[in-house]
């Protein structure tokens, strides 16, 4: 495959979300996934929510987390590096190493208002949690801005303006559970308000995705529950605040994954969400909320049979077919589910978009979309097991509709987990962010690394 092809589009499965299976990284972010900013998104493609035909998984802002316990780190700027041998060079990228910037949990936005892309960490230093804030300076290198304590914050952040004051803010969760997060605004350059606790009635299950629920210059979010809790959504109010969590029915026993979209060009998100009931169930559901004479709520169920999916994994709205209208895709263990979007806000039934013929093995939760033009699509896949290894797919760009084309299969080693997709260097298109650490005492921490597009 050469590098041309690889600017075109690249869809990249990563099998292990840091931290556990919540989308808590948002390949979003720049990408969309109903971003605010850049990823803390998620709505619409890798970062923002520009109702263009991307988006990411995460949620307007989200997080990518490695969970360490203490972390010390003057965490200063970039560390160049030589392009690895098996990554994305052949592909056409260069990569540098952040070997400064680490931490637990890293979100990706642009805090200061510069139009660039920035990296938000969050780390245990001396045994009390802090934020630091890095600035892209549009070129692939960062320097830092502001360093802050903040008290009880959590591994899942999301980012996003949710007061509608024109700066990114951050929400922070638990992670699994609990009835409040906390929420912290942004200055506009760089930094945060002190925290304060946002307590809501209900109870907080996976991944939460910021999107657009009105026309409001506020971000809201899309909460999911707990076990057969349903779904929460809580407006952000453009005076400041939240309004009082509504209730949504739910999809399965629990949601698995959510991303949020504009599907049908209103300026309203749509949230798709996956549901099951069990670690690897042989059937993917999901069902699209949206709004409707009765209010934001759940259509009917789309079900597929074609083969079991992966418990957590991503869905990411990307326009898979160039038809300029979103789509929906996520993993399975034989190969990816594609619903196709008209435009209209409606999907077709999953379709499943197999594996090569005879191979076995390897399989991924992340899914991360980089989209470089609308004629062909790649994917790269992370195995289950590796630590950075993952398989490259092409599609045959000569295929009339490239679902019907066969996958060729190369392997790559991209350095470490996969987070997702930014634009970090200014050139237009999306690069691909990786977290290079280690396992200490069942917590996983380290620093980041970069996937440049434009070499």
Not at 155 to 184: I, P
Not at 243 to 269: I, K
Not at 293 to 299: A, I, L, N, Q
Not at 423 to 450: K, S
């Amino acid at each position: 495959m050469t590098s041309t092809a690889l600017r075109s589009g690249l869809l990249l499965l990563a099998s292990y979300v840091a931290g556990g299976c919540t989308n808590t990284a948002d390949l979003g972010g720049g990408t969309s996934g109903t971003d605010g900013g850049s990823e803390a998104s998620v709505t619409t493609d890798l970062g923002s929510s520009t109702g263009s035909a991307e988006a990411s998984s995460t949620g307007l802002g989200s997080s990518e987390t490695g969970d360490p316990t203490s972390e010390s780190s003057d965490g200063s700027s970039t560390t160049g590096s030589e392009v690895p041998e098996g990554g994305l060079g052949p592909q056409g990228f260069g990569y540098v190493e952040l070997s400064d910037i680490d931490g637990r949990t890293f979100a990706f936005d642009d805090f200061d208002g510069d139009g660039t892309t920035d990296i938000l960490v969050q780390r245990r230093q001396q045994g009390a949690w802090n934020l630091r804030t890095f600035s892209g300076q549009g070129d692939g290198t960062f320097v830092p801005m502001v360093e802050q304590s903040m008290e009880g914050w959590e591994w899942e952040l999301k980012t996003g303006d949710f007061n509608g004051d024109g700066a990114v803010d951050v929400a922070a969760f638990d992670g699994y559970n609990g009835d409040s997060f906390e929420l912290a605004l942004g200055d506009g350059a760089g930094g945060f308000t002190d925290s304060e606790t946002i307590p809501f009635e209900g109870f907080y299950g996976f991944g939460v995705v910021p999107f657009r629920y009105d026309n409001d210059a506020a971000l809201d979010l899309f909460i999911p529950g707990g076990h057969s809790e349903g779904e929460l959504v809580i407006r952000g109010l453009a005076e400041g605040g939240f309004e009082e969590a509504t209730g949504v029915e739910g999809v399965g026993c629990y949601v698995s994954d959510a991303v949020g979209a504009d599907l049908d060009g209103d300026g309203l998100d749509e949230v798709m969400a996956s549901g099951s009931c069990n670690a690897v169930p042989e059937t993917f559901g999901m069902a699209t909320y949206s709004q409707g004479p009765e209010g934001f709520v759940r259509g009917e169920p789309l079900l597929g049979s074609d083969g079991p999916v992966i418990e957590g994994g991503d869905l990411v709205a990307v326009d898979v077919d160039a038809d300029g209208h979103l789509d929906i895709i996520s993993p399975t263990l034989q190969g990816l589910y594609v619903l196709r979007g008209d435009g209209t806000g409606a999907l077709t039934q999953p379709v499943r978009w197999p594996h090569p013929e005879g191979f076995g093995g390897g399989f991924g939760r992340r899914l991360v979309s980089l989209v470089f033009g609308d004629d062909e699509v790649v994917f790269v896949e992370a195995l289950e097991d590796g630590e950075g290894d993952a398989l490259l797919f092409v599609p045959d760009s000569n295929a009339a509709d490239p679902l019907d084309s066969d996958l060729a299969l190369t392997e790559l080693q991209v350095q470490g987990r996969v987070l997702r997709a930014e634009d970090f260097d200014g050139d237009g298109r999306p690069d691909l962010v990786v977290m290079i650490g280690e396992t200490n005492e069942g917590v996983y921490r380290g620093h980041l690394g970069i996937w440049l597009s434009g070499g």
